[in-house]
Nanobody, 132 residues
Framework: QAQLVESGGGSVQAGGSLRLSCAAS????????MAWFRQAPGKRREGVAT????????NYADSVKGRFTISRDDTKNTVYLQMNSLKPEDSAMYYC?????????????????????????WGQGTQVTVSS
């Protein structure tokens, strides 16, 4: 049973940066896709970024493109989300998730509400608050 533990959240002023970490333990070999999701109070959960663990292909929500970077360190079995130029609208609980591929063995779902069901392991979340 895989377990995901997020860390790195906090409070920052607009324009600042944070790096979130997601440490995976247990068997995650079948989980070719890792992703970060976020959910603000009263809003639907949205996919922020995905990464295919084999080929390292990444995808981002339009709202974070150019500001956020997802990456993975195999030696530490950890996925990161580097968040730069943060905006107040980035404030949310951020969740790490692991799952199978979607729409083909080399692609991951999770963005724009598509393929979110392919993620079967979730972390407990870490809060990010951006003040103006």
């Amino acid at each position: 049973q895989a377990q995901l533990v997020e860390s790195g959240g906090g409070s920052v002023q607009a324009g600042g940066s944070l790096r979130l970490s997601c440490a995976a333990s247990g068997y995650t070999g079948s989980s070719k896709c890792m992703a970060w999701f976020r959910q603000a109070p009263g809003k639907r959960r949205e996919g922020v970024a995905t990464i295919h663990t084999d080929i390292r292909s990444t995808n981002y929500a339009d709202s974070v493109k150019g500001r956020f970077t997802i990456s993975r360190d195999d030696t530490k079995n950890t996925v990161y989300l580097q968040m730069n130029s943060l905006k107040p609208e980035d404030s949310a609980m951020y969740y790490c998730a692991a799952g199978t591929t979607y729409g083909g063995v080399w692609s991951c779902g999770g963005l724009s509400g598509v393929g979110e069901y392919t993620y079967n392991y979730w972390g407990q979340g870490t809060q990010v608050t951006v003040s103006s």
